[in-house]
Structures are given as C-alpha cells and as structure tokens.
C-alpha cells in the first residue's frame, strides 16, 4: 500500500520568511496529493492540492510542487505569518479512491 | 466549518467495552472515510464507504467495523476496546463521481475516544 514520508517533523522560522515542507510516497498509482493544515484541537483544513496532470499549483501565499517521477511533493509558504503556525500534513490518493495516506506531520512555527 | 458533524465529541470507556461513533456527511456527499489520529500523529486511513458499500480499507483489525446508511451518514463501531484505542476518530466526506473525479474532503471536529 501506499506510503507517505513527511520532513521535517518540526520547522521553527521567522515571521516573514518562507518555509518549505517535502513529502515523498511510494505507489505510483497515487494521483492527488492535498495538504491540510491542522491547529490545535480543531479538524484538519485542506489548504491546497494538487492532481498529478501539473507540477504546480499557487493560491496566494501557498505553493505545491509534484514531481511524479521522484514521487515526491512539496509544500512552500512564503511571506510567512504568526497565524500560519500549526501542524501540516500531507498526504496522497488516487482519484476514485478517497483512502488519503497521511504523512506524520510537521510542526510549524512563526515566531514574530 | 464545514457540513460534517461528528458525535459525541469526548468519550471515556473501560477495556474490554464496545463504542459507536457517528458522523453526518455533508450535504451531497456520497462517500464516508474514517482515520483514527494517534496523540502527535498523522491520520490513519481506517476504511471508507461508498453507496452503503465499504470500499477499501486500511490496516485495521476486524474488530473495527462500519455501515453507512442511505443518507450517507455513517457509523464507525469498535469491538473490544483495548487501550491503544484511544485517539481521535476522524471522518471526512466527499463525492466520488462515475469520472472518477472526486471533491476535497472536508473533515468532522472529531471524537475523543479514552480508554481506561
């Protein structure tokens, strides 16, 4: 089955900055790659996904980049805020089948 | 917040016991997942129910157990609790098409499942 890795596991910046959080998955067949943002004590909240017929994706301050032939994606925020700090995870599935493989996480904080 | 609720949001059971946990999809979802959430952990994928049907499942015992019903809501049951249960359950909704295209998932607040 498929499997998701997620680096680094925490990531510490200042505000202002940009952060970049990579994943890489094992099965081939995966072609939709979202990320969710999680804060404390509250539901994951899908912040941006990208399907495998692009190499990327932009919305505002909020980047992914696939490369299908590494099979690996990664996450870039820019211009980063005190309020983006929480956890984010990625994750991988294929179209048809919404069984999404999470990655373990990383813990992001913007210190201001 | 999105359409999808999850209840009840805490719950504390005794090994041994058995727990039914329930989420409501949202409106026009045909498809139910459930992850279980370990302390400091990412989601992992339990099963998902399409139609009624379940379709595809994670590596999860047999004592973990789902139905989903004609309204797209969904019960996740878990015989014979043992204390490694204990996480939040998530489940998340989407609408899975004949093209094989499917929506974002959005995601329930979750349960709190302790087992003492």
């Known amino acids: 089955g498929e499997n998701v890795e997620q680096h680094p596991s925490t990531l510490s910046v200042q505000e202002g900055d940009s952060a970049v959080i990579k994943c890489t998955y094992s099965?081939?067949?995966?072609?939709?790659f979202p990320w969710y943002k999680q804060e404390l004590g509250k539901r994951p909240q899908l912040i941006i996904d990208?399907?495998?017929?692009?190499g990327e994706k932009k919305d505002q301050r909020i980047a992914v980049t696939l490369n299908k032939t590494a099979k690996h994606f990664s996450l870039h925020i820019t211009e980063t805020q005190p309020e983006d700090s929480a956890v984010y995870f990625c994750?991988?599935?294929?179209?048809?089948?919404?069984?999404?493989?999470f990655g373990a996480g990383t813990r992001l904080t913007v210190k201001p | 917040e999105t359409g999808v609720t999850q209840s009840p949001t805490h719950l504390i059971k005794t090994r041994g016991q058995q727990v039914t946990l329930r989420c409501s999809s949202q409106?026009?979802?045909?498809?139910v997942s459930w992850y279980q959430q370990a302390l400091g952990q990412g989601p992992q994928f339990i099963f998902q129910?399409?139609?009624?049907?379940?379709?595809g499942r994670g590596n999860f015992p047999p004592r973990f157990s789902g139905l989903q019903f004609p309204n797209y809501s969904s019960e996740l049951n878990v015989n014979a609790l043992e204390l490694d249960d204990s996480a939040l359950y998530l489940c998340?909704?989407?609408?899975?098409?004949?093209?094989?295209?499917?929506?974002?998932?959005?995601f329930g607040q979750g349960t709190r499942l302790t087992v003492v």
């Open positions: 998340a909704s989407s609408w899975v098409g004949l093209l094989d295209r499917n929506t974002e998932a959005f």
């Open positions: 099965d081939s067949a995966s072609n939709y």
């Open positions: 990208i399907r495998s017929n692009v």
């Open positions: 994750a991988a599935s294929m179209y048809n089948n919404n069984d999404m493989r």
């Open positions: 409106s026009g979802h045909n498809t």
């Open positions: 129910y399409y139609r009624e049907e379940e379709n």
